[in-house]
C-alpha cells in the first residue's frame, strides 16, 4: 500500500489560544490543595480524519510529593488528587456542536504509583 496525499488540512502553528479544536485547562487547586501549584491538568484537541470526529486527551495528573511518604502511607494521599482530577477530565470533556460525545483517546502522564509499601515489603 501507499501513502495518499493530504488534502484540506488546517495547521495551527505558534500560539494556539484562539485554535478552535483545541482546549487547554488547568485543574483547580482544591483538588489537591497540598500540591505544588503547577501546569497539572488536561489538553484536549478534536481532529476530523475521513469524517470520523474524535479527541484526544493528554491529561497531567497530580505525583507523590515523596515516595517514602508513598510507602509509608499506601494509597497515598496523592491517589486521591488524580482520581478526583481524572474523573473531572472526563466529565468536562468538550461536546461536539449538536451536543453529543465524541469518541477520545486519553493518555499523558498519569502519575500512577505502585503500592510502594507492598511492593518493598519482603515478607
Not at 15 to 28: G, M
Not at 63 to 70: G, I, P, R, V
Not at 93 to 111: A, E, Q, T, W
Request: aromatic letters at 14%; hydrophobic letters at 40%.
Amino acid at each position: 500500500s501507499s501513502f495518499q496525499a493530504v488534502v484540506n488540512r488546517q495547521i495551527f502553528a505558534g500560539n494556539l489560544v484562539n485554535a478552535q479544536t483545541i482546549r487547554k485547562e488547568k485543574y483547580p487547586k482544591e483538588f489537591c490543595p497540598e500540591a505544588k501549584w503547577s501546569r497539572k491538568g488536561f489538553t484536549q484537541t478534536r481532529w476530523l480524519i475521513n469524517g470520523f470526529t474524535f479527541d484526544l486527551v493528554n491529561v497531567h495528573l497530580f505525583h507523590d510529593a515523596s515516595n517514602l511518604l508513598a510507602i509509608e502511607h499506601s494509597p497515598s494521599m496523592y491517589s486521591k488528587c488524580r482520581r478526583s482530577a481524572l474523573q473531572y477530565t472526563l466529565q468536562n470533556l468538550s461536546l461536539d456542536c449538536s451536543g453529543k460525545h465524541v469518541p477520545y483517546v486519553i493518555f499523558g502522564d498519569f502519575n500512577f504509583r505502585l503500592d510502594a509499601r507492598r511492593l518493598v515489603d519482603v515478607n
